[in-house]
């Protein structure tokens, strides 16, 4: 771990990294243009005049820094002291939702005060400025590139074409296979876990799915974050959580928190999902966009660049053991294109009705991880059941491969 500490006009920021930070620009250089303001993060356009105004806003200006220093490598960053002081208005304190002026002033008064505070080097009449001292201290800590043989890794070497659609980039791809515990007995999780896991030389299940159902988002009830939290300590396999749940936005950083690798959270039920992305991305895990059979990937394509997985559902969420849609296959190529020609970076799941008859379709058309429950948790042997699915995806996979080459 490398730890560095940068003291930046009146603010301090500790950066701690296992190696230094690649890329076209040191830490200490994004740090020093995202409070010039002359960066543009990806994504983070709003967080920059919050950092450069000074003004507290602890949280935007780590989500500038972690976006601007090194995108979807950062794994955590937490603020672990702010200090600096809000703008006050004199005789009242600043509102809560979204508004920077005292209670009753109108929205053109704000935004009169606004464009003053802007065009003056001095405060606006009525508002105390920030005192400038080293308030802010902000922790990164940045997580090296997982190697090239860790779960989900996409390798850029080799030349297998994902897809039937043949594209330019060359990503070489291993299958990866997911057990999803819906199907396993709840009252024996840890052995079901255990029975997928590595054993006798067979390299075992690369995740394991985790559904977690609230009776809202779809009519099932499942298991929630103790049970989660029971499993990391129970296995370890890293935990693919899955939530079909309403109000993501208030849930599904608790995951990350738990130790989940990847959260997934349905488009469908988030209301904020840039904010889900970077908390979860934050908080430690990966962030996963899922979509039901019917919602179309289109209206997702910005978002998901923020996001390290797409779920894809291939049976309406909710239950398992139902027969695989074969339609939704049409969004997997198109994502598949998307990774392979680079526009997006993420890894392609499918979920539901995933067995030893659909899953050579799926990884045809360009799947990297595969969900199945029922066909792992049948079987007499769970373990075997793995082997058998990635068998037939990488046979799959090359068979497109070789058509492609
Ligand atoms: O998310 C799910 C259902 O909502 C399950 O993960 C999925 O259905 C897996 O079960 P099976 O492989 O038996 O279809």
Redesign the pocket.
Known sequence: MIEQLFDIGKISIEWTSREPLTGSRSTETAHREILAGGVEPRGTKAAIPTARRGVASARAHRDAVVDAVSGPIVRRARVEHSGIRRRRASGGTTPGHGGVGPRGTSRRDRAERHRRARSSPLPPSGVRQATPRPSLRLRCVSVAPEPAQNPGKLQTSGKLQTSGQAQASSVDRRPMIAP?I??ADFARLAEEAASVGPADGRPGADWL?V?VMDNHFVPNLTLGLPVVQALRAATDIPLDC?L?IEDPDRWAVGYAEAGAHNVTVHAEAAADLLGIARDLRAAGSRAGLSIKPNTPLEPYLDVLRHYDTLLVMS?E??????SFIPETLAKVRQARHLVDTGHLRLLVEI????NAQTIEAAAEAGVDCF?????VYSAVDAGEAVEHLRSRAVAAASAVHRTAG
Not at 317 to 322: E, H, I, K, M
Request: aromatic share 4%; hydrophobic share 35%.
């Open positions: 999803s819906l199907s799915h559904d899955h079909m049976v969420p909710g239950f398992g053991g139902q979920d539901g009705g995933v969900v199945a429950g029922s066909a």
